[in-house]
């Protein structure tokens, strides 16, 4: 069970992964030693699962940006782990989730041009993995970047 000092402390690293152990004591009101122990007990219990620089897909050559609905030919598992090794091996995908409803997955997609994504989608995802249909939609702007879960406010 998290405290409020786990929430606080969870709270800060979201935002702020690269701060020191002394900071972020500081920050939640605790010393160093048993700070830098419950940001341990975190990691080990896998509440934290890793720390993370967010990078500008422009800056690095990567300017189109897409969200693809996918929906598989068949959906026994053969057709499933073959879905799931070319996604998971394919660079162009920078997450993928599966889904409930008339679409089977989500891929959001980081490509350096219109060229790329249709040599990614006709060439590799239509070809090889067992897809019936895709449905695409381009990122046109960043309105509210991911900036990490929502976490309960405690009382206790």
């Known amino acids: 069970m998290l405290d409020r000092t786990d929430l606080k402390i969870l709270t800060v690293l979201q ?15 605790l010393t160093p030693a048993p700070c830098l122990r419950r940001v341990q007990r975190l990691e080990q219990a896998g509440v934290i699962e890793g720390y993370g620089a967010r990078l500008d897909p422009r800056r690095l050559g990567l300017g189109l940006r897409a969200f693809v609905r996918v929906q598989l030919e068949t959906h026994d598992a053969d057709h499933v782990q073959r879905f799931a090794e070319l996604v998971g091996s394919a660079e162009e995908v920078v997450a993928c989730w599966s889904l409930t409803g008339e679409m089977d997955y989500l891929l959001q997609v980081a490509v350096t041009d219109l060229d790329h994504y249709n040599d990614f989608i006709m060439g590799r995802l239509l070809r090889e993995g067992g897809v019936r249909d895709v449905n695409s939609s381009f990122v046109l702007g960043t309105i509210k970047p991911d900036q990490g879960l929502p976490l309960p406010a405690r009382s206790d």
């Open 15 to 29: 935002r702020e992964g690269r701060i020191s152990n002394s900071e972020l004591a500081e920050r939640v009101a």
